[in-house]
């Protein structure tokens, strides 16, 4: 047989790495729903067009994209939020606004695997449409915030960095710069920190060819207001230029809001964070670990205009998404993950065919009342099957022989420190459920 292998880029799961993703997805649907967001899906293949109308043929170079046997141009999705869009604005007109649902699915990039970027991975997006203030986006960065808190991981363990495309074009147009260059300089301006400078001064005279702005006199003022890192001056520069000042004022709504929301200490002004896709319009963040390899956790903006691009009403919206692969490696170098046995609750130990018909009626009740239960299906004797409980990751055993049949009785043992004691199988349920919640002295005489 041939040696055939995971493609390079996706990955396999086997049980206790299942379990741990379930971890993570729980935190994250536990935190969407205490902010009042609903779960939805879209299909995992998609029309190629619902992602070229909203970034561009550019895009197709980072897709699984192919012709089906229907001749159809389709693509393995690369994102949830054009579906989001799509399945919103089919039926906005009839939604309670405002609108917030949340989703957690595999995506998949034709990009080269490396650490922290692989081409399949399961992403969370949370969305918010309907709402055109800056309450909306404090909300939505929240929500990041407290999906990360969720972990156990403190607000000194990551920055959420916001910064906003609405005030950067408002600076760019104070220094003369067409609304049509402003795109491609904010572009440049997305390089600013790893770029080498003849490559940017390059970029940010193709960006600007056809004005009369200078270049590198651009570079320098789009360089000094990307390093800006406070409100005050913020404030400073806008003096004079009424649509900046009245932009700043949605800053401070923002960043009141979330001050009082307890989230003031993890959210850090930076304004080089433009985010590369052009549909977003104002504010725009992005999450860091604040130490190590300083990885991206998470990220997102406001994007109003994309809901009516692909066909749906002119409808405002914000949201972020946040991937699992460099969030579990965070996790992980924080031991913050919990380590999981993921067996049963109980080991059901049948001794002998004499005890199977109690011992299975017992199994079924169990099962019905919500406890995982595994049990022998061959018969053995007591150490082997002791042995075999342990092995599927019990806690607890349900021991079942000839005399606790007769007796009317199940034994119950602990795996951890043997220690034993006999429950009426009439009381069976609440008996268990109190040794799940508080060990074996619930039931030790």
């Given at each position: ?39 939805w899906?879209s ?16 895009i ?9 046997k ?25 939604m309670?606004k ?10 998949y990039?034709?990009?080269?695997p ?30 990041c ?8 991981l403190?607000?000194?363990d990551?920055?959420?960095?916001v ?6 074009f408002?600076?760019?147009a ?9 795109t ?24 600007l ?13 789009a ?5 800006t ?5 913020l ?26 929301l ?20 104002g ?36 949201g972020?998404g946040?991937?699992?692969?460099t ?7 924080k ?7 993921d067996?049963?609750?109980f ?5 002998g ?20 239960v595994?049990?022998n ?25 000839g005399?606790?049949?007769?007796k ?8 951890t ?17 109190a ?11």
């Amino acid at each position: 047989m041939s040696d055939i292998r995971t493609l390079p880029g996706f990955r396999e799961f086997y049980p206790e790495d299942q379990a741990l993703v379930g971890h993570i997805f729980d935190i994250w649907r536990r935190a969407c729903r205490r902010y009042g967001f609903r779960e939805w899906n879209s299909p995992v293949l998609e029309p190629l067009e619902l992602f070229t109308e909203k970034s561009g043929e550019e895009i197709v170079r980072q897709l699984f994209n192919f012709e089906d046997k229907g001749g159809r141009q389709v693509t393995l999705r690369p994102e949830l939020t054009p579906a989001l869009a799509r399945m919103v604005g089919a039926k906005a007109n009839g939604m309670p606004k405002p609108i917030r649902w949340f989703a957690i699915g595999e995506s998949y990039r034709y990009e080269k695997p490396q650490k922290g970027r692989l081409r399949a991975f399961y992403q969370l997006n949370a969305d918010l449409l309907g709402e055109a203030g800056p309450a909306a986006d404090a909300e939505i960065i929240a929500l990041c915030a407290d999906c990360l808190l969720g972990f156990g991981l403190t607000q000194a363990d990551f920055r959420i960095r916001v910064s906003d495309r609405t005030l950067w074009f408002r600076y760019l147009a104070s220094l003369g710069i067409p609304e049509a260059q402003a795109t491609a300089v904010l572009g440049v301006v997305d390089k600013l920190e790893r770029g080498a400078p003849k490559d940017l001064l390059d970029a940010m005279t193709a960006a600007l060819a056809g004005t009369a702005v200078d270049p590198a006199q651009a570079l320098v003022a789009a360089r000094a207001f990307a390093n800006t890192k406070c409100l005050a001056d913020l404030e400073r520069l806008a003096a004079g230029d009424a649509a900046m000042s009245e932009r700043l004022g949605e800053w401070k709504h923002l960043l009141a809001t979330l001050t009082a929301l307890g989230f003031a200490e993890c959210v850090a002004i930076d304004l080089t964070i433009v985010r590369g896709l052009a549909y977003y319009t104002g504010f725009v963040f992005e999450a860091f670990e604040t130490g190590g390899e300083a990885r991206a956790l998470a990220g997102g903006g406001r994007y109003d205009a994309l809901v009516k691009k692909l066909g749906g009403p002119d409808l405002p919206a914000v949201g972020f998404g946040m991937g699992d692969v460099t969030l579990r490696d965070l996790l992980e170098l924080k031991r913050l993950l919990p380590v999981y046995a993921d067996g049963p609750d109980f080991f059901a130990m049948i001794l002998g065919d004499d005890a199977r018909a109690a011992a299975l009626e017992d199994v079924a009740t169990l099962r019905r009342a919500g406890f995982r239960v595994e049990y022998n299906l061959r018969d053995g004797k007591f150490g082997k099957l002791a042995q075999q409980a342990e092995t599927a990751g019990a806690k607890y055993a349900l021991v079942y022989g000839g005399g606790e049949v007769a007796k009317g009785v199940a034994k119950v043992r602990s795996l951890t420190d043997r220690s034993e004691a006999e429950v009426p199988r009439t009381d069976l349920v609440p008996a268990l459920r109190a040794v799940l919640e508080e060990g074996m002295r619930a039931i030790l005489p």
